[in-house]
Structures are given as C-alpha cells and as structure tokens.
C-alpha cells in the first residue's frame, strides 16, 4: 500500500460515500461527477477511459465517411489515445514510449500502446508506400542501435492490414 494513501480509503466502498454514477449516453461523457475524488486519481482513470470511447466513436466515424485525409485523422486519435494511456491512465513505460517515438520518427502517421499497456507492444498506422523503410528503419532504430539481444523480438515486427473483426463459424 502507497504511505500517502489512508489503509481506511483501500477497504472504504466509494457507493457509501454517494458517488454518482458515471455514464456514456450515445457520443456524451460525463466525469464531473468524480472531478473532486482524488483517491486512486478517480477522475484522471475515468477522464481516460470516457475520452478513448469518444474517440473509438470518432474512428468509427472516420471509417464510414472514407475523407480523403482518412490515414491522417486516424493516426492523429492513435497519438491522442497513446498520450491519454502514458499521461492519464499511466499505463506505459519508457520503453514503450520510445517505440512509439521512433514508430512515428519513421513514417507512422500514428502509434500507441496496444494492449494493457506496462511494457509490451504498440500497434502504428503506416501509409503503404512507407511501409517497407518504415520497417527497416524501426528495426534499426529499437532492436539494433539500443544493444538488446531480442532476437524473438526482432521476429516480432510485422505488418498487417484491418480486418473484418471476429467472427462465428456454425456447423450446420
């Protein structure tokens, strides 16, 4: 347990205090109801998660209408979501942040930490004409220069277009 934080506020439910419900109603968020708790940074977390809805609503958004400038728009919620994870919720680490860096450095037009974040992998949008020097020079750049013998790892770079997402095969 952190010494800055009382034991009582670890067992404490925060419904018996009359914490309001937070709640998403089509593309509105609202996190003024927690502004003023700071135990465990309550509405930093929440002002997170409710702004990375928002923008998987707008990514979906962008996706339908297919504007010219689609791979930009998309990168740029990509960083703001990178961003929002290592400032907001606090989920990277140094080393994800400089691959994410160095992902954007070579030609990603945006990078961000995929998964739970705290070390692991980043997932980057990368226009196709780059994709072949972007890879070369990532590789370059993280695995080779910084003296990691990561040989699994430097099997770990791929490129990989969108799917159609998961699907349910029946038998009949």
């Known amino acids: 347990m952190h010494r800055g934080v009382p034991a009582r506020a670890f067992i ?3 419904h018996s205090e009359g914490l309001p419900h937070l709640f998403l109603c089509g593309e509105k968020m609202d996190t003024s109801c927690c502004q003023d708790l700071l135990i465990f940074k309550l509405y930093q977390r929440a002002k997170h998660v409710y702004s990375e809805a928002a ?9 339908e209408e297919a504007p010219d400038n689609t791979v930009q728009l998309l990168g740029e919620l990509m960083n703001q979501s990178h961003r929002s994870c ?3 919720y606090e989920c990277s680490c140094p080393e994800l942040d400089q691959l994410v860096d160095i992902c954007r450095k070579f030609g990603a ?10 070390g692991g992998c ?3 949008i990368v226009p196709a ?4 020097s972007f ?13 990691r013998n990561l040989a699994p790892e430097k099997e770990s770079l791929f490129a990989t277009k969108p799917g ?3 699907l349910v095969f029946l038998e009949a």
């Open 164 to 166: 159609g997402g998961a």
């Open 109 to 118: 037009e945006g990078s961000r930490l995929t998964g739970a974040g705290w």
């Open 12 to 14: 404490r439910h925060p």
């Open 135 to 147: 890879l070369a020079s990532v590789s370059e750049a993280y695995y080779q220069r910084s003296g």
């Open 55 to 63: 923008r998987v609503f707008q990514f979906k958004k962008i996706c």
């Open 86 to 88: 290592r400032d907001m």
């Open 129 to 132: 004409d780059k994709l072949s």
């Open 122 to 124: 980043t997932v980057s």
